[in-house]
């Protein structure tokens, strides 16, 4: 089984910052079978990324994906208020999935 | 459009059984394989299986196994998720979710296991 191990565990920002979200996979992740998803209170998540790099249907460009292996990094350019929520990392390339624990970006 | 609507929420007792649907619409239903996640309250995302909604083939969590059941019914694009021998850690809610990469979420149901 895939372990992804998130951090920060909490992000302490402002709005118009940048945020930098790391995940790390305790093996290489199949063909960056990588998705990044954002979960506010109270909703299911949502996908925001795909093959470690590709934005998902209607997601806005503020949002990028980057890495390979087992290293991975979402990235928001500049914070707008509807994005502080949770953010979780999934490996899909093997079974089973697995997600990692999860990164709340809060405002400071 | 597309969207997968699940079944509303459930209180158990520990020992009994949950069956939660979710019904899918606005796409071919036998397109995306279909799977099932959970999250227990104010933790993280836990994937309990898949099924191939064509085949009815299914794969589960080596947690859940001899646990789960995950079964589709074509005739109404509706898949279903049976969880046995229920405990108070089973409190949580419960996703169905379609895609490789999961694009469609259904609303969640939310189980609580209580004496």
């Known amino acids: 089984e895939i372990v992804l191990t998130q951090s920060p565990g909490t992000l302490s920002l402002s709005p118009g910052e940048r945020a930098t979200l790391s995940c790390r996979a305790s093996?290489?992740?199949?063909?960056?079978?990588l998705a990044w998803y954002q979960q506010k209170p109270g909703q299911a998540p949502r996908l925001l990324i795909y093959g470690a790099s590709s934005r998902a249907t209607g997601i806005p460009d503020r949002f990028s994906g980057s890495g390979s292996g087992t290293d991975f990094t979402l990235t928001i350019s500049r914070l707008e208020p509807e994005d502080f929520a949770v953010y979780h990392c999934q490996q899909y390339g093997s079974s089973p999935r697995t997600f990692g624990q999860g990164t709340k970006v809060e405002i400071k | 459009q597309v969207q997968l609507v699940q079944s509303g929420a459930e209180v158990k007792k520990p020992g009994a059984s949950v069956k939660v649907s979710c019904k899918a619409s606005?796409?071919?239903?036998?397109?995306?394989?279909m799977h099932w996640v959970r999250q227990a309250p104010g933790q993280g995302l836990e994937w309990m299986g898949i099924i191939n909604p064509t085949s009815g083939s299914t794969s589960y969590a080596q947690k859940f196994q001899g646990r789960v059941t995950m079964t589709r019914e074509t005739s109404t694009s509706t898949v279903y998720m049976d969880l046995r021998s229920l405990r108070s850690e089973d409190t949580a809610v419960y996703y169905c979710?379609?895609?490789?990469?999961?694009?469609?979420w259904g609303q969640g149901t939310m189980v609580t296991v209580f004496s």
């Open positions: 093996q290489s992740v199949s063909s960056s079978y």
């Open positions: 606005g796409y071919t239903f036998t397109r995306y394989y």
């Open positions: 979710a379609s895609g490789d990469a999961f694009d469609i």
